[in-house]
T-cell receptor, first 114, second 112 residues
Framework: GAVVSQHPSWVICKSGTSVKIECRSLDFQATTMFWYRQFPKQSLMLMATSNEGSKATYEQGVEKDKFLINHASLTLSTLTVTSAHPEDSSFYIC??????????FGAGTRLSVL | QKEVEQDPGPLSVPEGAIVSLNCTYSNSAFQYFMWYRQYSRKGPELLMYTYSSGNKEDGRFTAQVDKSSKYISLFIRDSQPSDSATYLCAMSGGGSNYKLTFGKGTLLTVNP
């Protein structure tokens, strides 16, 4: 149980284009979903927290206009990286929670911006 | 002082060894304690979680929490090459304070 699916696993895009990453909880309804970014050999950095039907809460320093988060249902959240640039290249990971404080993670998306 | 300290390793052990992974923390408000395993280029996988102090066992894995010392441990018995990964400790404060604070992760290699 507690499976989180993230798609795509790897995306390559041209500079200036937008990329959408999907995160789905497959066997539970997620009260809260989270988006993280991870640089090589570093721990996870929380970008934003979202609850179904409400605006996401972004961490300090994260540009909300660049990283658009939509949490349309209790099983789906999306992260759109708008006007992507090479410095946005990174590993993005979502997680979902139905039990307070316990997060289940997706497999991650590797974004490469050329 | 960082909120969560974790020795990054790397830690290399022979197959069958008992592995001990540890984290210390400074925030006494933490109530939930988790261990995640992360393979290269994959998302973290939840191994164990514990609420408050105590021990929890699941197969070859044992998690211990000592809140009085602000110290948590993960033991892996009969380690296997497939256990080779980065192990992240994580903790949160409970209630509405649901954000996870992670350690930096310990890279473990189990040699056949």
């Amino acid at each position: 149980g507690a499976v989180v699916s993230q798609h795509p696993s790897w995306v390559i895009c041209k500079s200036g284009t937008s990329v959408k990453i999907e995160c789905r909880s497959l066997d539970f309804q997620a009260t809260t979903m989270f988006w993280y970014r991870q640089f090589p050999k570093q721990s996870l950095m929380l970008m934003a927290t979202s609850n179904e039907g409400s605006k996401a809460t972004y961490e300090q320093g994260v540009e909300k206009d660049k990283f658009l988060i939509n949490h349309a249902s209790l099983t789906l959240s999306t992260l759109t990286v708008t006007s992507a640039h090479p410095e946005d290249s990174s590993f993005y990971i979502c997680s979902a929670s139905f039990q307070e404080n316990i997060q289940y993670f997706g497999a991650g998306t590797r974004l490469s911006v050329l | 002082q960082k909120e969560v300290e974790q020795d990054p390793g790397p830690l290399s052990v022979p197959e069958g060894a008992i592995v001990s992974l540890n984290c210390t923390y400074s925030n006494s408000a933490f109530q939930y304690f988790m261990w995640y395993r992360q393979y290269s280029r994959k998302g973290p996988e939840l191994l164990m979680y514990t609420y408050s102090s105590g021990n929890k066992e699941d197969g070859r894995f044992t998690a211990q929490v000592d809140k009085s010392s602000k110290y948590i441990s993960l033991f892996i018995r009969d380690s296997q090459p497939s256990d080779s990964a980065t192990y992240l400790c994580a903790m949160s404060g409970g209630g509405s304070n649901y954000k996870l604070t992670f350690g930096k992760g310990t890279l473990l290699t189990v040699n056949p």
